[in-house]
């Protein structure tokens, strides 16, 4: 970065060179303000927050994992000391570029009064903060930041564009923030704002001010049941009124399965194979969220530890009035597609099927594809596995402790959940509560 008289410039690695111009704001700067503020006015930030913050389904992003990450490490990055500024400032920009992609928001400020700094194309980041995203993040407990905005930080105000090279000191994770300016500046830059912003807002809704609270109340409930003395049965039992009072109970059937088997994993009882598959990183559980495998979704896959992309075991969670017939024809076309799986299971609400022609044709593709086909309930399954842990002399309570650390993102390495989980975390914080 390189500072004149009248104007800075700042030059890529590649020797490209921007330059800023201070002076009173222009005409189209002025245009764009005016339109930010009156989209802002209209409730476009707090439709944003409502609509990621709704528990749902997994939330499909356009966004590259390599920017997830960036913004992960932004958020990760945010403690009681440090970091809230920049993540509030994040917001700020990526609702901005969202609203008018023109606008740079490099420029913090601009001013149309010739005795005021100001760049030419720039525009008010402090009024747009203040009357509308910090309010906004304070009033729905995604970030404790000043009443006023994050941009009444003196070291975010200087007169520098903001970019890596930003000369003011920052506390908390500043190369994610640095990285991301650059990322959506960048002449051909793939990130896409409106989606960066929707991540954004949803990892503060899970991982912001608030959701470290409750995710705290979380983890103080498990250790006081566990202190109490716990049975097997006391947990499963848990986890069984948890699933069946949380909204999307099916999406949280698979986590509390994915979390049992990242147990069965810790204690080397996958038989010498891993979970995983979909989209997390090898050797860990896939699919959270959904994997789609050659256009079959079974909910948890493992595979075979000297190649990722061969499935040793694959579970199709089904809740609700099945089709079996029609589910068979699933089943065989994805052992078409992996004819190296060794077993495939299928989860149903109502245990295994007692129609003879059902059956028949079950044997027949175990002959088939020399595979082991069980159909067995949710409940069966994880007694049967638990059973396997406490037999082994392995802490059963461990279940619950990975069910609860992947619902708060505690372990988004093995399973990043993209959906808000702050309402799942609340419901089980009253369950295990009511154990007292």
Request: with cysteine; proline share 5%.
């Amino acid at each position: 970065m390189i500072t004149y008289s009248d104007y800075t410039a700042i030059i890529d690695a590649d020797g490209t060179k921007h330059t800023f111009e201070e002076g009173v704001q222009t005409d189209k700067a002025r245009q764009r303000y005016e339109h930010i503020q009156k989209e802002l006015d209209d409730g476009y930030l707090e439709e944003q927050i409502h609509d990621v913050a709704t528990t749902g389904t997994h939330l499909d992003t356009e966004l590259s994992e390599q920017h997830q990450a960036l913004i992960d490490d932004l958020i990760d990055g945010v403690s009681d000391g440090a970091g809230r500024s920049l993540a509030g400032l994040a917001v700020v920009q990526l609702t901005i570029k969202s609203i008018a992609p023109d606008q740079n928001i490099r420029l913090h400020k601009g001013s149309q009064r010739s005795d005021h700094f100001g760049w030419k194309e720039g525009i008010s980041f402090r009024t747009i903060d203040s009357t509308h995203i910090a309010p906004a993040l304070r009033e729905y407990d995604l970030l404790y930041v000043n009443k006023d905005g994050v941009m009444m930080t003196r070291s975010l105000a200087e007169n520098y564009p903001y970019s890596q090279v930003y000369k003011a000191s920052l506390r908390g994770p500043r190369d994610a923030w640095g990285t991301l300016v650059e990322a959506i500046e960048r002449s051909d830059s793939s990130l896409a704002p409106e989606p960066a912003l929707r991540y954004l807002l949803l990892a503060l809704v899970n991982r912001g001010s608030y959701a470290q609270e409750i995710s705290q109340d979380l983890l103080d409930a498990v250790e006081n049941l566990r202190n109490k003395g716990t049975s097997p049965d006391q947990i499963f039992d848990v986890i069984q009124r948890h699933i069946r009072q949380s909204p999307h109970s099916d999406r949280v059937l698979k986590i509390a399965l994915h979390a049992l088997y990242q147990v069965l994993e810790d204690n080397d009882h996958l038989s010498g194979v891993s979970p995983t598959g979909g989209t997390l990183q090898p050797p860990e559980f896939t699919p959270l969220p959904d994997a789609d495998i050659d256009g079959h979704n079974p909910a948890i896959t493992v595979t075979h530890p000297s190649d990722a992309s061969h499935i040793h075991t694959a579970w199709d969670v089904n809740t609700g009035r099945l089709d079996m017939a029609a589910k068979l024809d699933q089943l065989e076309g994805l052992l078409q597609a992996h004819p190296e799986i060794q077993r495939l299971g299928v989860i149903v609400e109502n245990g295994p099927s007692v129609d003879p022609a059902i059956d028949d044709r079950l044997a027949t593709i175990e002959d088939q594809h020399n595979v082991e086909i069980c159909i067995t309930t949710f409940d069966d399954l994880c007694k049967e596995l638990l059973e396997e842990l406490v037999s082994a002399g392995v802490d059963y309570s461990q279940w619950l402790i990975a069910y609860a650390e992947t619902l708060i993102h505690r372990r988004r390495n093995r399973a990043p959940l993209n959906e808000p989980t702050r309402e799942w975390v609340e419901i089980l914080t009253d369950v295990i509560e009511d154990e007292f």
